[in-house]
């Protein structure tokens, strides 16, 4: 028998299904679905692992979920461990725990309280970080705000306005680094280069920076800065080359 | 061939533009990813765009911006076309197709009443090579049928489409770009028409 209604699937305990159409989907325990899925929520408390493309509204992750295929969400929430291993394309991500993306991800807004690990280009119009990420290709961003907790690494960052500030967990640390200020490669932004209209910097690594306004920070080694309208450099910082252009 | 290339730098000084702006148009994907082209410099890598095509673009995105969105833009230069119909009425009076050619046209598809983007394009293009009186009526019908049977094998890929006649007898051809196609000595070719740009202009005409 067909119904036009969609069925919810739960998976509780240990079990597998086949990917299709639901409204809602809940796996608690651990759950494998063979198959692209489509369906309005996703959650998954637990381990799950989808074979094939996910769609959904909203989709969270509260254990740990590999998808094989692509992912397409309004909302999209880790708060355990997550792999794509194709495309995301969401409009709201927040990665509370772990993800790594194996291609790229285009969001209207990420936040990251965790690690972010993508493997190609990451786009967003919001892009804030609280912890580490490494972005393999182009961070292509409307507004970058990093508070640095851990490693974060970029081939390239491409941005209207970018602000990186040091995290202030390591009181005892940042005295020491404000008396001895030395590059700290464990908690710091290391990138090629920089590009965009506004930028503040601290604690970051690049070969070139170039912007309109540009002030480099505490804490930072570059070895170009480009700037049209202002520049402005703390004392804890290296700069080998400024330009105006 | 070695095509003319512009750094990123010469490009945002050109065109006055800010970096924050054009990273906004990649992303809104105003600007085709394949037109960041990296070449190593003395100061690692650096990003170049082909020029002519980059321009026209940019100065396609700043002339249209006031009261467009930018994801209405990005509708507009992608080669896909546009979910439109119009009335033979809407299409004349709006000087996009003449009278003669949809005349021309409805000899051969009696009966249709409205037009989609497709049949536009086919239409405008014969439009334009009848008035300029590169080709004759039959020779419009030559191009409709092939135009019809072949424009929807290329789904939506970049693509021209040659005239050319040989001992007074006209033929034509379509062919994916970037291509290369290379024809005897005794063939003149009478038109070389890029429906991606074709289509562009379109979009601009009829939005």
Redesign the interface.
């Known amino acids: 028998m067909e119904t036009q209604t969609k069925k919810d699937l739960k998976i509780n305990g240990d079990g597998s299904a086949s990917g299709g159409v639901y409204e809602g989907i809940k796996i608690n325990g651990s759950g494998r679905i063979t198959g692209d899925v489509d369906c309005e929520y996703f959650k998954c408390n637990g381990d799950a692992k989808v074979i094939g493309s996910l769609t959904a509204q909203s989709a969270k992750i509260n254990g740990s979920a590999s998808i094989t295929g692509s992912l397409k969400a309004d909302e999209f929430k880790v708060m355990g461990f997550t792999k794509v291993s194709e495309n995301v394309e969401s409009k709201d991500t927040k990665v509370s725990g772990q993800a790594e993306l194996e291609k790229n991800i285009s969001s209207d807004s990420i936040t990251v309280n965790g690690e972010l690990k993508i493997k190609n280009d990451c786009n967003a119009e919001v892009f804030t970080v609280n912890g580490a990420f490494t972005i393999g290709g182009m961070l292509n961003a409307g507004e970058v705000e990093i508070k640095l907790y851990g490693p974060c690494r970029a081939k390239e960052i491409g941005c209207e306005k970018i602000e990186v500030r040091k995290g202030n967990a390591f009181k005892i640390h940042n005295i020491i680094t404000s008396i001895f200020p030395s590059f700290d490669s464990k908690t710091s932004l290391i990138t090629d280069s920089i590009e965009g209209d506004e930028i503040y910097l601290e604690n970051t690594r690049a070969k070139i920076v170039r912007g309109n306004n540009v002030e480099i920070g505490p804490g930072c080694d570059i070895e170009l800065v480009e700037y049209k309208t202002t520049y402005k450099k703390s004392d804890g910082a290296a700069v080998k080359e400024e330009k105006k252009v | 061939m070695e095509q003319n290339l512009i750094s990123k730098?010469e490009l945002l000084d050109l065109m006055g533009i800010?970096?924050?702006?054009?990273?906004?148009w990649?992303?809104k994907n105003l600007i085709p990813e394949d037109w960041f082209i990296k070449k190593s410099s003395f100061?690692?890598?650096e990003t170049f765009f082909p020029k002519e095509k980059m321009l026209n673009r940019i100065s396609k995105i700043m002339n249209m911006k006031e009261g467009l969105s930018l994801e209405d833009i990005a509708g507009m230069v992608s080669p896909n076309p546009v979910n439109v119909s119009f009335t033979k009425e809407e299409l004349m009076n709006r000087g996009i197709i003449s009278e003669f050619t949809l005349n021309f046209y409805l000899e051969h598809h009696k009966g249709i009443e409205t037009f989609n983007f497709d049949n536009i394009l086919v239409l405008n293009i014969i439009d334009r090579l009848l008035k300029s009186g590169d080709i004759n009526k039959d020779e419009g019908v030559l191009i409709l049928n092939t135009m019809e049977e072949i424009y929807p094998k290329f789904e939506g890929k970049p693509c021209e489409l040659f005239v050319m006649r040989k001992l007074g007898i006209t033929s034509c051809c379509m062919n994916v770009i970037p291509g290369q196609i290379y024809f005897d000595e005794g063939v003149k070719i009478i038109a070389r028409i890029n429906i991606a740009v074709t289509i562009e202009e379109l979009k601009l005409n009829i939005a």
């Open positions: 730098k800010s970096y924050g702006q054009l990273y906004r990649k992303r100061t690692g890598q």
